[in-house]
């Protein structure tokens, strides 16, 4: 059974940093692109940065220069670093990987950014 368990949300004050983790069970970690999503209150869910298999990232324009992604094959996890982050950076963030026939999302994990 796949499992995508993020962590390492919570309140943050404006400018601060996060850095969410996503730990992947039962399937070949290393076999799939990953990436973060988010989902703002009333708002679609967004793509926020992908890794592939490989290590070539992208990023969405709004967080570009401020957001990191990476993964640890070795420890079937992927990190995404947040800095310098805003208000409007809250929301729920989502974990996925994504192969060549199936994806997966993990729950998420809460970030709010505030004063």
């Known amino acids: 059974q796949v499992q995508l368990v993020e962590s390492g949300g919570g309140l943050v004050q404006p400018g601060g940093s996060l850095r969410l983790s996503c730990a992947a069970s039962?399937?070949?970690?290393?076999?799939?692109?990953m990436a973060w999503y988010r989902q703002a209150p009333g708002k679609q869910r967004e793509l926020v940065a992908t890794?592939?298999?490989?290590?070539?990232?992208n990023y969405a324009d709004s967080v570009k220069g401020r957001f990191t992604i990476s993964r640890d094959n070795a420890k079937n996890t992927v990190y995404l670093q947040m800095n310098s982050l805003k208000p409007e950076d809250t929301a729920v963030y989502y974990c996925?990987?994504?192969?060549?026939?199936?994806?997966?999302w993990g729950k998420g994990t809460l970030v709010t950014v505030s004063s």
């Open positions: 996925y990987g994504g192969g060549s026939t199936i994806g997966y």
């Open positions: 039962g399937m070949i970690f290393s076999a799939y692109a």
């Open positions: 890794i592939t298999t490989g290590g070539s990232t």
